[in-house]
């Protein structure tokens, strides 16, 4: 069955510095998402993506995240000048249309020291 | 904005007994989907429910969506040791985005 997949799984980084997670979303579908989850919290939306643009963002999603579709297979996430209370961990999604299901990929924790 | 709660937030049960979980929405849904989340994993997504009062099944689990679009219920008949983690429900309201619930987590004991 098609997967999203991510990378790193696990990135250690220093506060201040600036980390791009990486994904490549299930082949066929056109919406993409990140979403976030703090330890023992639930999953929080980030952002959504389609036609190459923003849809949708959260207030969480401000001007230290950004997105990119670099080329047609990956999706990225930015962040930048990152703070101690970005550690989460960060999934990707993708879905085939909008209101169809979500699948999620395995996530990177993302440790910011 | 719309918020999602789930009620219990923690269950503990022997193996054999039934669970049950709550998800209340504090605005209507277009659909509402439910995931699995093991320890250290990822959602896994179960089903989608679209339709007022819908009902679906999937073996020992059954999925209800309200009359009015704004609650949902997962009911596991007889719990196995392999349904141990934690459920969400995540409803879709006008976008495209999933508004996760908080989740029920799930132990079970043999």
């Known amino acids: 069955e098609p997967e999203v997949t991510q990378t790193p799984s696990h990135q250690v980084t220093q506060m201040g510095q600036e980390v791009i997670l990486r994904c490549v979303p299930i082949?066929?579908?056109?919406?993409f998402y990140w979403y976030r989850q703090i330890l023992g919290q639930k999953v929080e939306f980030l952002v959504s993506?389609?036609?190459?643009?923003?849809?949708?963002k959260s207030e969480i999603f401000d001007d230290q995240f950004s997105v990119e579709r670099p080329d047609g297979s990956n999706f990225t996430l930015k962040i930048r000048s990152t703070k101690l209370e970005d550690s989460a961990m960060y999934f990707c999604?993708?879905?085939?249309?909008?209101?169809?299901?979500?699948?999620f990929g395995d996530g990177t924790r993302l440790s910011i020291l | 904005g719309q918020q999602v709660m789930q009620i219990p937030q923690y269950q503990h049960v022997q193996e054999g007994e039934d669970f049950t979980t709550y998800c209340n929405s504090s605005t209507t849904l277009s659909n509402i989907q439910w995931y699995k989340q093991r320890p250290g994993g990822h959602p896994v997504f179960l089903i989608q429910l679209v339709k007022s009062g819908e009902v679906k099944k999937q073996k020992r689990l059954t999925f209800q969506f309200g009359e009015a679009k704004k609650n949902s219920s997962l009911h596991i008949t007889a719990t196995q040791t392999t349904d141990v983690g934690t459920y969400f429900c995540a409803g879709q309201g006008g976008g495209n985005k999933l508004t996760f619930g908080t989740g029920t987590q799930l132990k079970v004991e043999l």
């Open positions: 082949s066929n579908h056109l919406y």
């Open positions: 993506f389609y036609n190459n643009e923003i849809s949708e």
């Open positions: 999604a993708s879905s085939a249309g909008i209101n169809q299901p979500q699948h």
